[in-house]
């Protein structure tokens, strides 16, 4: 508030910071307890190069998974593979 002989104001001001971030992910459908390796690829042609992201065992079925690094890579494509 902002007051002198001429009578007062009162200014209120919001500052709100937004930082939304969508992130790419798979979900997997499987027999409980069937490991699996997720791998990625940033471009599809000239000969495709999976990489490996992750490895893990599905203890409920079907169980999501995101890619937190999925921000940096707007291309990227995705396959799950059962390891023996």
Request: hydrophobic residues 40%; charged residues 15%; contains cysteine.
């Amino acid at each position: 508030m902002v007051r002198n002989v001429f009578g007062s104001v009162t200014n209120c001001a919001y500052l709100s910071a937004l930082d939304l971030r969508m992130f790419a992910g798979v979900i997997l459908s499987g027999p409980v307890g069937t490991t699996y390796t997720i791998e990625c690829l940033d471009a599809i042609g000239g000969g495709e190069n999976w990489q490996p992201l992750t490895t893990f065992t599905l203890s409920t079925s079907p169980t999501a998974w995101v890619d937190m690094d999925s921000v940096n890579h707007p291309k990227r494509f995705y396959r799950a593979m059962p390891l023996p």
